[in-house]
């Protein structure tokens, strides 16, 4: 799905990413040091110029202590209902 990080549904999972992100205490910096990457993979995946894959997100939200429910709940209200082209 050419573009996929550019619906609205994924730049919602995005917002709330950033969201867990910022009530963790955590900036974008101190997220990719606990990650082992450089503090501008946050920043890409958080912009949406960087897709994140499952595993990805498993740890990213492992880190910050959120459960994949919660992740899931916002991504499932916001999923069209279809994928389109």
Request: charged share 25%; net charge positive.
């Amino acid at each position: 799905m050419a573009g996929a990080v550019r619906t609205e549904a994924y730049q919602n999972l995005l917002k709330a990413l950033v969201r867990f992100r910022t009530e963790a205490g955590l900036s974008q910096a101190g997220l990719a040091e606990l990650l082992g990457k450089p503090p501008s993979y946050v920043g890409k995946y958080e912009l949406g110029e960087r897709r994140l894959d499952v595993v990805e997100l498993v740890v990213i939200l492992k880190i910050l202590k959120v459960g994949i429910d919660q992740v899931m709940a916002t991504v499932q209200a916001e999923a069209p209902s279809r994928l389109g082209r």
